[in-house]
């Protein structure tokens, strides 16, 4: 042995404070970045078994050399460990959670590259520089100073005990505090839902829902998936541009619902309860069947047009409950790098309607007014440039993006408005129903905020439009049609969209409860259920948090 005992104990010390940089780290910055308290003191309890972990391993090792590599290894992990954590704190005020790192994955490349823009902001850069860079450099600097041959027999035993017990208490109590388990159990639930997707919901038909009642005349019905526009700034909905002339001017031949919600401000989540029997109570459904499904076992013949890129998984919903379809439209491939506008589904709309099948549903997947906004409409839509008069908050970005998302909310109304002319033509049995997965919150409620995130969810992010246009056949053939007009301040989740769905297209199934259709007179209003049970309300001003 080398030195007396009292100097291996002050060397082990010393290697222990260089350890637990990172920890101090995360000990001053997360009590300015920590919004919680008790958040903040789980985090740096986790933060310190984790450590411990770290610290014991490496004593496991008797070599100086192997330690001192082994060291640099720990610091190096611990310290991307630190910052990932802070800096998620520092953006969403929220811990970075199974559910976060959920909507991490389903981003596509280009999402990804929007979602790193708006990461990366000053005090994010500042953050990286001081855990990604002076702290590992302080370690480096300070672990050369010392000598790592402390060795005592009983180290290694004690070491041994320190792993098991912190490993013990990370798994049992400090669970979603640790990113390593916490990615690993997220991805292991993402993996699933994709694979059950696959498994339910790409077969052409389901061997969980029974139909029992169908329609034998010619018709045509068109349902439009929008994407991230809001209710929050359409004209139809009392916003105060006109970004919807189009359809207003076809307004009282419209059914406009003014209290739809989505159950989740995320595209996968979202649709995956809007189109399939997912719901609240069973997100991720098994032996799910998608309204797809429900169209083909119907004895309809199913087209699938999608302006969404078919690849990475925020598109593979989508296309995965698309693949269902006897047709499939893709217009966006995955590696052309152009701006498609929705424009371009219109001659596959063309294509589909001049079919001879005699019932025919068209499912129509538009890009909508997804960020960035300013890509999403050609030139000649570029209407609103200067600053919107009531502009909320009033700075140089809001009144730049809130154009820009006018902008395609206008472009948004020409294209549902050609759908709905195009099938209107074909003079037969139709309905056009058009609705968005979410919306976004464009300096609606937040100074500092464009998009959706359910860890900053708004009403804007919830609040979608659900607008349906019927042909004159449709009504005529529809005795019930002058009631309808009086279900539009129906208050509804579209989770339940797939038994209004049936009712819109005459299909009645075993499991069939009119009580979630909007469209049934014996609808029953309920509390519409988001986030961790919270009751929307529109009356509300803000979302709890
Ligand atoms: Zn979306």
């Known amino acids: ?22 920890l101090f780290t995360l000990l001053i910055l997360g009590w300015f970045l920590i919004p919680i308290f ?67 994955f389903e981003s596509d490349t280009r999402e990804s590259k929007d979602f790193l823009s708006n990461y990366f902001d000053k005090t994010n850069l500042l953050l990286a520089v001081l855990c990604l860079v002076v702290v590992p450099f302080v370690a480096y600097r300070l672990l050369k100073r010392i000598n790592l041959k402390a060795n005592f027999k009983f180290i290694k035993i004690l070491a041994f005990i320190a792993i098991v017990a912190s490993g013990y208490l990370i798994n049992s109590s400090f669970k979603s505090e640790n990113i390593v388990v916490e990615s690993i159990s997220a991805y292991k639930d993402f993996a699933a839902l994709q694979e059950q997707l696959k498994s339910d919901l790409a077969k052409p038909t389901s061997s969980f829902i029974e139909v029992e009642k169908k329609t034998d005349y010619p018709e045509t019905h068109v349902v439009i998936i929008g994407e991230a526009t809001t209710s929050w700034h359409m004209q139809l909905y009392g ?11 076809i307004r009282d031949q419209l059914l406009v619902f003014d209290s739809v919600i989505t159950p989740n401000v995320h595209t996968i989540v979202a649709l995956d309860k809007i189109l399939t029997f997912s719901d609240y109570n069973n997100p991720n459904k098994t032996n799910n069947t998608s309204v797809v499904q429900l169209a083909n076992q119907a004895d309809f013949t199913t087209y699938w047009i999608s302006n969404q890129r078919p690849v990475g998984f925020h598109e ?30 219109l001659p596959a709309l063309d294509l589909v309607l001049q079919k001879p ?51 395609a ?30 919306g976004d919150d464009v300096y ?19 609040e979608i439009p659900f607008i349906v246009w019927f042909s004159k056949t449709y009504k005529a053939n529809n005795p019930n049609f002058e009631q309808y007009k009086t279900y539009q301040k129906r208050a509804y989740n579209l989770e339940d969209f797939q038994y209004t769905f049936s009712d819109l297209s005459g299909i009645t199934f075993k499991t069939f409860d009119s009580t979630k259709s909007i469209f049934s007179t014996g609808f029953i209003r309920k509390p519409r259920i988001i986030r961790k049970n919270q009751v929307y309300n529109n009356r509300l001003k803000k979302l709890e948090h």
């Not at 002319?421 to 049995?429: D, G, T």
């Not at 609606?444 to 919830?462: F, I």
């Open 409 to 438: 909310t206008l472009y948004n109304d020409f294209v549902v408005r050609q759908v709905i002319e195009k099938v209107r033509h074909k003079n037969i049995n139709s309905y056009v129903a058009y609705f968005s997965d979410h």
């Open 316 to 345: 593979r919903i989508s296309s995965i409950i698309g693949t269902a379809a006897d047709e499939t439209y893709f217009v966006a491939t995955s590696d052309s790098d152009d701006e498609i506008y929705d424009e371009m589904l």
């Open 38 to 104: 008790r958040a903040y003191i789980k985090e740096v309890l986790a933060f310190g078994f984790l450590t411990l972990v770290f610290f014991s391993f490496i004593l496991l090792f008797l070599k100086a050399k192997t330690r001192k590599l082994l060291t640099l290894i720990a610091i190096g992990l611990l310290s991307l460990f630190n910052y990932i954590k802070l800096s998620f704190y520092h953006i969403y005020e929220v811990n970075l959670s199974a559910s976060a790192l959920f909507v991490i």
């Open 444 to 462: 609606d409620t937040m100074e500092d905020y464009a998009g959706h995130n359910e860890y900053r969810a708004t009403r804007p992010m919830y």
């Open 1 to 22: 042995m080398e030195g007396s005992l009292k100097l291996n104990i002050r060397r082990l010390f010393k290697l222990a404070l260089v350890v637990s940089l990172p």
């Open 239 to 249: 916003y105060d541009r006109p970004t919807n002339p189009k359809l207003t001017q």
């Open 357 to 407: 099948a005699k019932k025919k549903l068209v499912f129509m997947h538009l890009i909508g007014t997804h960020g960035k906004y300013n890509r999403r409409y050609p030139k000649s839509f570029e209407i609103f440039k200067s600053e919107k008069e009531n502009l909320k908050f009033k700075h140089k970005k809001a009144a730049l993006l809130v154009n820009y998302y006018d902008n």
